[in-house]
T-cell receptor
């Protein structure tokens, strides 16, 4: 069974479009994250949710809007896509955010904006 | 300057060699993570440590909190160890990542 799953795995779209990436975890974790990995493979946190509540928003443009319908799901919606949004987006989860716990990563979604 | 610095950025070695990857950080942390990113892109957590040393198979991770430094060692390296190894420090509910070390083990 996949612990953290993301869909789609690849996403190619044109500038100006709106797209969504979905993430689900079946680990019973309270905390979920979105990370962006740029072309130099550098990872950076975007958002973190704990029990459906936003706890970290790391100066991400307003065009990015995370939504957590329940604690097992954290989706990422991106409006008005720009070339600079091309990257690999990773979802992850951990038991909770209050203490230090191992994080489990999804397989990543490679977004290409043309 | 990044809060988390790894060295070397690239490392090529022969099968069987002992590998060391270093990580230095400049902020207070509650834990340090070592991650492995396979050529296919998936990320796997190898270790999470806040003091001392941990061992898993041929992998050993150490941390010195006073010196703000951690090392990841691979003994008897194998071509399947070829991957990007990423150090990440945990503080204030989030991970801050190093730039990664690309390791290539030649047969």
């Amino acid at each position: 069974d996949t612990a953290v799953s993301q869909t789609p795995k690849y996403l190619v779209t044109q500038m100006g479009n709106d797209k969504s990436i979905k993430c689900e975890q079946n680990l019973g974790h309270d905390t979920m994250y979105w990370y962006k990995q740029d072309s130099k493979k550098f990872l950076k946190i975007m958002f973190s949710y704990n029990n459906k509540e936003l706890i970290i928003n790391e100066t991400v443009p307003n065009r990015f809007s995370p939504k957590s319908p329940d604690k097992a799901h954290l989706n990422l919606h991106i409006n008005s896509l720009e070339l600079g949004d091309s990257a690999v987006y990773f979802c992850a989860s951990s038991r909770n955010s209050g203490m230090t716990y191992e994080q489990y990563f999804g397989p990543g979604t490679r977004l290409t904006v043309t | 300057k990044n809060e988390v610095e790894q060295s070397p950025q690239n490392l090529t070695a022969q099968e069987g060699e002992f590998i060391t990857i270093n990580c230095s950080y400049s902020v207070g942390i509650s834990a340090l993570h070592w991650l492995q990113q396979h050529p296919g892109g998936g990320i796997v957590s190898l270790f999470m440590l806040s003091s001392g040393k941990k061992k898993h198979g041929r992998l050993i991770a150490t941390i010195n909190i006073q010196e703000k430094h951690s090392s990841l060692h691979i003994t008897a390296s194998h071509p399947r160890d070829s991957a990007v190894y990423i150090c990440a420090v945990q503080g204030a509910q989030k991970l801050v990542f190093g730039q990664g070390t690309r390791l290539t083990i030649n047969p």
